[in-house]
């Protein structure tokens, strides 16, 4: 139809953008019979024809774009990109959207030619900016132009940096570089955006635009492919530049440009803000003018190529294809692409197959296939070539061709450029598909091209979430606003998730957010984290107010358990056994439902305190008891049930029997080493008293207070010690350190019971088999009852008895039994003397005859080391029989208690007393002259130099020799025991000994 033909009803509906003219001319389409519309995008006229639908039903609507055809057999309506719109149907009503695209150098002449050309039976629409109400009066005199106004303001909000956006903002970048960036920056520091781009596939257009538009994340990064026909929900548009490339080289953007897009911000009767960002420079005050007013410079020339080409030849159609228009409005658009590729087949060999008129008609459409691609026009060429070469020689393309073509884009892996690239790739085969008869089968590539482009736009859309977008946050964000989303799930971890998206952990009453690369903005993170999960916190906080005893537990760490979460621990307070609970919550849990919370918790720790040291609290002021043992059980109080003797030995010594009968009846026990409470050296309250002594001492931190309950409920009775745990803490638990090893204080006091007979007992006077450990001199040997008591033996045991004070004699052991007063004689190895404390236990005087064998402990230890020597050097026939080592010699130990002596003529009348007891486990008799007092000498005693130095053992007391010594037990029943003179006492040895060579070698004549 001629462009200066009056039309029935030819409109122009012109105006800024958000004044409702795409749903004017929807609304008027329907109005008719039947109706085309045709819109700048692909993207746009499915949200159309999805509104469509929804209004006249699916059968009802038809959708030709260049890459999808939907047309049911009773299509009405017709929805179409503008060059795909069919121009040969006649419809009622015709409508071109965005009409200003016209000044577009490559595609604004088929702008042009709808505007011209295109009419409605009944109604012609034309919309678009109101920059185009001068052309139109020049082109179209008869049309009737229509202003509508804005239904927002815009205003101008100036310059703000990229992560100080307000929500909802549309930052606007003209590469893809630049929209990466920006996109990777606002994932950072505010969780995330939604990527619009010209480049991409309709399908991950959408739906990156759904997932700005449902709220998942607050801003959109695009190029200007927003500023025609998308309706989004925006708030402000922020410039990151000023500038764009065009497709032939960087300009500055229009006002016109300018305003299409900022014409974004503020939908309906929302009003909108626009600004810039990311450097790039304010705009000045005109500028700002003009957008907020709308007031921009008219079009003057729209872009123009003939339609009424000529096909008889290649050449016919180049010249008509070159011809120029006739009105001054209108210029003759720039070679395009298609014209770039009908150049490159006319000088190829394919150029010889368009022989006729039909044939040059095909070239042409053939060389409308749009390069997608945007590669260079040779390689585009050579597709356009093969494509008319198989349509001119088989009538179709071929199948195994294009099968390769497309089987090479069926991939979703890669990279967002990779994915990018395929999409673009495999629109050109389906823009192919959709051709009429060009394929053999077309559709089953329509199906296909379709199948494969839409898993590479889904895959596209996944790869932008993942790289752009923190989806926990999003989701944080929306919950933050929609209070109608489902709880969090929380799962038998403690893990925390909204909408299958981990957000966190939660334990008790705290919550700890995710951590995931790029939280930027934390603390609005946690906010919305610490608003989804508070209703969860609340409801626990109530479930403990009234939870029972069973349910809560204090571990070795000090904490407060409740059903084996943390909930509180405990803090110093202002007495021993009332310790404080400091509840372990996050600022989700306030007011009311806290204060129950710290109630429980302490209510269930004064309980458990009182249980478990029941006995112990109750000495604190014991209404039965006054003076020393008021005291006493105070000390034992303050000490949490173990008390050293020692420590209070002087006191104890004062308490008489009723007052310790009733000491008693408390539970208090007396032993040799500890004064106790037996029924507090349970697990439990050992473990409780760790703790309460701790948060006085040091701390619950350091080193045994968690690592020592374990033991104590291991059942051990001893074990090395740590050197690095504070000794006072192994008391407090319910041992002693004895040398290296720790031993259970009940245990110290059975084994006091076991060495205490046999340290009364005089093997010379008793009758009958000897009990097992008992040795002479009111000494002891090591058994096997006491080793397994302890669990352990040798060397460790050894360290313990040291410890507590007492001595070795060590004996060499013969072969041959000999007469029992020479047998009993012998080299003493050493003597180990007892430890810091003398163990309160009272036995016989030691027998001069130990004291005889002490003396000879120099004489025969320098005499040990040449033995041997002498031996293998004796040329004998004992030696040549022998010639092996002789075997390591055994030694016979016997403990005695340290610090007594055996010249100690004061209590040779009471060396048979038993004692009589004092209590349960106390010392018996008198205490022995040791323990730093000076020994008493006659007159003329002779001192010798101290013996035994040098053999760690410490020096010895000096003893005289000038005269001999002996015990008479004559009148008790006993045998004379009359000490020969050293010089003419002479040993007997076993012959194969050692010790008979070395006498031999010592007193020839004796042989």
Not at 477 to 484: A, M, Q, T, V
Not at 616 to 627: C, F, K, T
Not at 641 to 651: H, K
Request: hydrophobic letters at 40%; charged letters at 30%.
């Amino acid at each position: 139809m001629d462009a200066s033909s009056p039309s029935q009803s030819l409109k122009a509906v012109l105006g800024p953008t958000n004044t409702g003219k795409t749903y004017f001319a929807i609304e008027r389409m329907l109005a008719h019979s039947s109706g085309m519309i045709g819109l700048p995008l692909r993207l746009l006229a499915r949200e159309v024809y999805n509104r469509v639908v929804e209004r006249v039903g699916q059968q009802a609507v038809a959708l030709v774009t260049g890459e999808e055809r939907i047309v049911p057999p009773r299509a009405r309506y017709w929805v179409c990109t503008v060059e795909a719109m069919p121009t040969d149907m006649p419809v009622e009503c015709v409508a071109i959207d965005e009409v200003q695209t016209a000044i577009d150098f490559d595609r604004g002449h088929v702008f042009t030619n709808r505007i011209l050309n295109a009419r409605g039976i009944s109604e012609t629409l034309l919309m678009g900016s109101a920059t185009m109400a001068p052309v139109i009066r020049q082109l179209l005199p008869h049309a009737e132009i229509i202003h509508r106004p804005r239904l927002s303001t815009l205003t101008y909000a100036g310059s703000k940096k990229i992560s100080r956006q307000p929500d909802r903002s549309a930052i606007v970048a003209f590469s893809a570089a630049q929209v990466y960036a920006i996109a990777e920056l606002i994932r950072r520091e505010r969780g995330g955006a939604a990527v619009v781009m010209g480049a991409l596939s309709p399908r991950t257009r959408n739906a990156q635009v759904e997932l700005y538009q449902n709220g998942d994340v607050d801003f959109l990064v695009a190029t200007d492919a927003i500023g025609m026909g998308l309706n989004l929900d925006v708030h402000h548009v922020a410039f990151a530049d000023d500038t764009k490339f065009d497709g032939r080289q960087t300009r500055p953007l229009t006002a016109a440009e300018f305003g299409q897009i900022a014409g974004r911000a503020g939908r309906h009767v929302r009003n909108g803000t626009f600004g810039v960002t990311g450097g790039t420079d304010s705009f000045d005050e005109e500028l700002v003018a003009q957008l907020e007013s709308h007031d921009f410079e008219p079009v003057k020339i729209l872009q123009w190529r003939n339609t009424e080409l000529d096909f008889a030849s290649i050449d016919s159609l180049r010249r008509s294809l070159d011809a120029t228009p006739r009105h001054k409005a209108l210029t003759r658009v720039p070679t395009a692409t298609d014209q770039i590729a009908l150049e490159f087949i006319s000088r190829n060999e394919a150029g010889a197959l368009a022989t006729d008129l039909k044939a040059v008609h095909l070239l042409w459409e053939v060389c409308q296939t749009p390069d997608y691609r945007d590669i260079s026009p040779a390689h585009h060429g050579e597709i356009v070539t093969r494509l008319y070469s198989d349509l001119r020689k088989r009538g179709f393309v071929d199948p195994d061709w294009i099968a390769e073509q497309v089987r090479f884009c069926d991939n979703i892996s890669g990279d967002i450029d990779t994915l990018s690239n395929r999409i673009r790739q495999i629109r050109t085969w389906t823009f192919v598909a959709n051709r009429k008869n060009w394929l053999e089968d077309p559709t089953h590539w329509r199906e296909t091209t379709r199948d494969i482009e839409d898993r590479l736009s889904d895959a596209l859309h996944e790869k932008l979430i993942q790289r752009f977008v923190d989806r926990r946050t999003s989701v944080l964000i929306r919950h933050l606003k929609d209070r109608r989303m489902a709880s969090p799930q929380i799962n038998d971890r403690g893990e925390v998730s909204l909408e299958g998206h981990l957000i966190g952990t939660i334990e008790g009453f705290r919550f700890t957010l995710a951590r995931s690369d790029g939280d930027g903005d934390a603390k609005g993170l946690r906010a919305a984290a610490d608003s989804a999960v508070a209703p969860e916190i609340r409801n626990r906080a109530e479930r403990l107010s009234g939870a029972p005893n069973e349910e809560i537990v204090l571990a070795t760490d000090g904490r407060l358990r409740w059903r084996g979460e943390i909930v509180g621990e405990l803090v110093e307070g202002d007495h021993l056994l009332r310790p404080r609970v400091l509840v372990l919550a996050d600022e989700s849990l306030t007011g009311p439902e806290l204060e129950r919370v710290q109630d429980r918790l302490s209510l269930w720790l004064r309980h458990h305190v009182n249980t478990q040291l029941e006995s112990v609290a109750a000495l604190a002021e014991p209404s039965d008891l006054d003076g020393a043992a008021r005291g006493i059980a105070f000390q034992l109080s303050e000490h949490l049930g173990i008390l050293p003797r020692q420590a209070v030995a002087d006191e104890v010594k004062g308490l008489d029997q009723d007052v310790r009968a009733k000491m008693r009846k408390h539970g208090i026990k007396f032993g040799a080493y500890h004064i106790y409470l037996p029924l507090s050296l349970k697990p439990a309250p050992r473990e409780l008293a760790l703790i309460l002594y701790a948060l006085k001492n040091g701390g619950i931190r350091q080193p045994g207070v968690t690592d020592l309950p374990h033991i104590v409920l291991s059942g051990r009775t001893s074990f090395e010690i740590d050197p690095e745990v504070n000794p006072h803490l192994y008391e407090i638990a319910g041992f002693k350190v004895a040398g290296k090893r720790a031993v259970r204080v009940d245990i110290l006091e059975r084994l006091a019971d076991i060495i205490r007979p046999l340290i009364a007992l005089d093997a010379r006077t008793h009758s009958g088999e000897l009990p097992a450990g008992a040795a002479e001199a009111n000494g002891f040997r090591v058994t096997v009852e006491m080793t397994s008591l302890l669990g352990c033996a040798g060397e460790e045991f050894a360290s313990i008895l040291s410890a507590l004070g007492y001595r070795v004699r060590r004996t060499p052991k013969v072969a041959a039994p000999v007469e029992a007063p020479v047998a009993a004689e012998g080299t003493v190895e050493g003597v180990a003397e007892g430890g810091a404390e003398t163990p309160l236990l009272e036995t016989a005087e030691t027998p001069e005859e130990i004291e005889s064998d002490l003396v000879k402990i120099d004489e025969v230890a320098e005499a040990e080391a040449p033995v041997e020597e002498t031996t293998l050097g004796v040329d004998q026939p004992a030696a040549e029989a022998a010639p092996a080592e002789p075997a390591e010699p055994e030694f016979d130990e016997v403990w005695f208690p340290a610090g007594r002596r055996p010249d100690n003529r004061r209590h040779q009348n009471h060396r048979h007393a038993n004692g009589a007891g004092e209590g349960e486990g106390e010392a018996r008799g008198r205490r022995d002259n040791g323990g730093g007092r000076k020994p008493r000498f006659e007159k003329g005693q002779r001192f010798d130099a101290p013996r035994g130095e040098g053999r760690g053992n410490g020096p010895r007391e000096e003893r005289r020799f000038d005269k001999p010594r002996k015990f008479d037990n004559a009148g008790k029943g006993g045998k004379n025991f009359d000490r020969p003179q050293r010089e003419k006492r002479e040993p007997a040895f076993d012959p194969d000994s050692p010790f008979a060579a070395l006498l031999a070698l010592k007193n020839p004549k004796s042989e």
